[in-house]
Every structure is written in structure tokens, then in C-alpha cells.
């Protein structure tokens, strides 16, 4: 039975050891959330239409970078062909930027047409 996970649990699921001082859950929960240091996610958020460009930078954002991968989301399916299409010079400026360059891109796409009631923003042209 060594290949089964334990019953009602997952296979290297955590002991629930009890409450835990809220600076211990909070400095985890941060480690966890980026691997990358803090201050390249301030330099590489804070500066993204520098990375980006203008035009890509109002269109694709930043979510996280996380074991070497930098998660954009993208406000249409055009604008994340296009982010892909340009992710080698994407992730070389971030490496200027931020000291390290991310080994990938990931892209996602969010609010596809936009919300309604608003504008729809148009694909890019070319």
C-alpha cells in the first residue's frame, strides 16, 4: 500500500499543527507567493509599461513571477498572440529591469471583450 495516498488526505499533505503566530503564517504565505526577491517584483510591476512598451503595457499586465515564470494576463486573445510573439524581448527587458531574467513567459487572458457596458478594446493591428 506504500503507493496509495492516505485515506481522507493527499500524499505529502501537512499535520495540521494548530494555531501559529500570525507573523510565521504571513512570512510564509509571502515566501510562497513569489520566488522572485521583492524587489525585482516592485521594479518589474512598478515599471511594466517601461518593459512592455506603451501600447502592450495598457493591454498585458503582470501577475506574479514564480520558479523562474512571469504570469501576464492579457485584456484580449489578440493581445496575448501578440505578448507571445514578442516574450523573448519581453523577458530580456526584464532581465535589465530586474536584475534576473525569467526562464519563461505564461500567458493568461482575462475579461475577454472587457466587461460589459464598456468599450471592447481592439485587437492589435499588423
Given at each position: ?55 502592450l ?48 513567459l ?21
Amino acid at each position: 500500500m506504500s503507493g496509495t495516498p492516505p485515506p481522507g488526505g493527499r500524499r505529502g499533505a501537512r499535520r495540521d499543527l494548530g494555531p501559529r503566530p500570525i507573523g510565521e503564517s504571513v512570512s510564509q504565505a509571502v515566501a510562497r507567493l513569489s520566488e522572485a526577491g521583492p524587489a525585482q517584483l516592485s521594479a518589474v510591476f512598478s515599471r511594466w509599461e517601461e518593459v512592455a512598451g506603451p501600447v502592450l503595457g495598457r493591454h498585458v499586465r503582470p501577475v506574479r513571477i514564480s520558479g523562474g515564470v512571469l504570469v501576464v494576463a492579457a485584456d484580449h486573445p489578440a493581445w496575448a498572440t501578440e505578448v507571445r510573439a514578442l516574450s523573448a524581448s519581453v523577458l530580456e527587458r526584464v532581465g535589465e529591469i530586474a536584475g534576473e531574467v525569467p526562464d519563461r513567459l505564461e500567458v493568461t487572458v482575462r475579461r475577454p471583450g472587457g466587461p460589459a457596458g464598456k468599450a471592447r478594446i481592439p485587437p492589435p493591428v499588423g
